[in-house]
């Protein structure tokens, strides 16, 4: 009996039913991933497993794997914990029909995650054992096409508008940012950070990618801390962390150079970030000057100093207006008295990818 081929594009429940699962075939945006990768993707008690990072990829999302957390996350606001039963969105817990698995090296997620929460269409091919995603990455106008709407047709995928540039950013302000700099040949790093209220920010560091339908793909990021009086006009006087956007000038750190580009300063036994009004705002070698610093001896602190990267603040040294502000890594105190601190990991991948074309910017999420 010969039946008519049907297509459904699921939205709300997303059942697979078949004996031959390793005759299943996921298509992504019409390529055939197992073909095309050798990952493969598998069926298991009736649910499709398939790896998210062909997927995210696709839709230009960025995928992070935090080794020491077992947490694989996608543009930071999805987070998957190996082999437990719930993801994160936005950090609310959602269920998983099935935990979140490594195979060959690859990290495995119920399809049907991906349908409902990823903004991709899902449609199965019943006859043939196909899969197709639908995760285009280009921004696509389309105002036929509304997120809910069940449609059958002939088997041509559906184009879904896919997330756009403000939702890859964070919002209207950054997307405005990344938008600025995109074209302005004297900037190829940002960092965003996102303050959140308290002394709470998010942290992330892009590079300029010409590939990246967006134009920036994301290479790090980290929860941070900063300053304990919050984000705004920074002094000599408040914990305040300054809000702006800055250069970056160099970098320091008491443990070896991870591998920036940048000056790196080894931050040695004599080495000060000076308050006084004689080098005001300067990193110094005190064993090169006359001078008893009376400033932070900066290898006293322990782990916030053993990687940083020194913002392009008040360059001119004016004597009040503040100084030290640093980037560094996260200490024992939640929070710092004006610099932004994350996660060393996430700092030392930072270096790598700071340059003296890097800009960081501070602002309210
Ligand atoms: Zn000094």
């Known amino acids: 009996m010969k039946r008519k081929a049907l297509v459904l594009i699921f939205t709300a429940v997303f059942f697979v039913h078949t004996a031959a699962a390793s005759e299943v075939t996921v298509m992504i945006n019409g390529k055939d991933i197992n073909a095309y990768?050798?990952?493969?993707?598998?069926?298991?008690?009736?649910?499709?497993?398939?790896?998210?990072?062909?997927?995210?990829?696709?839709?230009?999302?960025?995928?992070?794997?935090?080794?020491?957390?077992?947490?694989?996350?996608?543009?930071?606001?999805?987070?998957f914990q190996i082999d437990k039963q719930y993801a994160y969105i936005n950090n609310e817990p959602v269920k998983l029909d099935m935990p979140a698995v490594i195979v060959d090296g690859y990290t495995y997620v119920p399809?049907?995650?991906?349908?409902?929460?990823?903004?991709?269409?899902?449609?199965?091919?019943?006859?043939?054992?196909?899969?197709?995603?639908?995760?285009?990455?280009?921004?696509?106008?389309?105002?036929?096409?509304?997120?809910?709407?069940?449609?059958?047709?002939?088997?041509?995928?559906?184009?879904?508008?896919?997330?756009?540039?403000?939702?890859?950013?964070?919002?209207?302000?950054?997307?405005?940012?990344?938008?600025?700099?995109?074209?302005?040949?004297?900037?190829?790093?940002?960092?965003?950070?996102?303050?959140?209220?308290?002394?709470?920010?998010?942290?992330?560091?892009?590079?300029?990618?010409?590939?990246?339908?967006?134009?920036?793909?994301?290479?790090?990021?980290?929860?941070?801390?900063?300053?304990?009086?919050?984000?705004?006009?920074?002094?000599?006087?408040?914990?305040?962390?300054?809000?702006?956007?800055?250069?970056?000038?160099?970098?320091?750190?008491?443990?070896?150079?991870?591998?920036t580009q940048l000056n790196y300063i080894d931050v040695t036994d004599s080495i000060y970030a000076c308050g006084d009004r004689e080098y005001y705002n300067k990193i110094i070698d005190t064993s090169k000057l006359d001078h008893k610093c009376s400033g932070e001896h900066m290898i006293e602190y322990v782990p916030e100093y053993n990687y940083g990267l020194v913002l392009g603040y008040n360059n001119d040294g004016i004597y009040g207006k503040g100084s030290a502000f640093f980037l560094h890594c996260k200490g024992k105190k939640p929070y710092t008295g004006g610099c932004i601190a994350v996660d060393e990991d996430t700092m030392i991948q930072m270096l790598k990818y700071a340059n003296s074309d890097t800009r960081i910017c501070i602002y309210n999420e």
Not at 50 to 57: E, S, T
Not at 208 to 222: C, E, L, Q, R
């Open 37 to 79: 990768n050798g990952i493969e993707p598998y069926i298991e008690n009736d649910i499709a497993m398939i790896p998210i990072r062909a997927v995210a990829k696709n839709m230009g999302a960025e995928v992070l794997w935090n080794r020491e957390t077992r947490e694989v996350s996608v543009n930071d606001d999805i987070v």
């Open 111 to 259: 399809l049907r995650f991906v349908s409902e929460n990823m903004g991709a269409k899902v449609e199965w091919n019943g006859e043939k054992d196909i899969i197709n995603i639908c995760a285009d990455k280009s921004p696509v106008n389309n105002a036929t096409i509304s997120s809910g709407t069940i449609s059958e047709n002939a088997g041509n995928s559906n184009t879904v508008p896919a997330a756009s540039d403000e939702n890859y950013f964070g919002g209207r302000k950054w997307s405005a940012i990344a938008e600025k700099y995109k074209n302005d040949a004297s900037v190829d790093k940002l960092i965003f950070v996102k303050y959140k209220g308290d002394w709470d920010a998010d942290v992330i560091m892009y590079t300029k990618d010409a590939d990246n339908a967006h134009g920036w793909t994301k290479v790090a990021s980290s929860s941070a801390y900063v300053g304990k009086d919050g984000i705004g006009e920074a002094s000599e006087y408040v914990s305040v962390t300054p809000e702006g956007d800055f250069g970056i000038t160099a970098a320091f750190g008491i443990k070896e150079n991870p591998g």
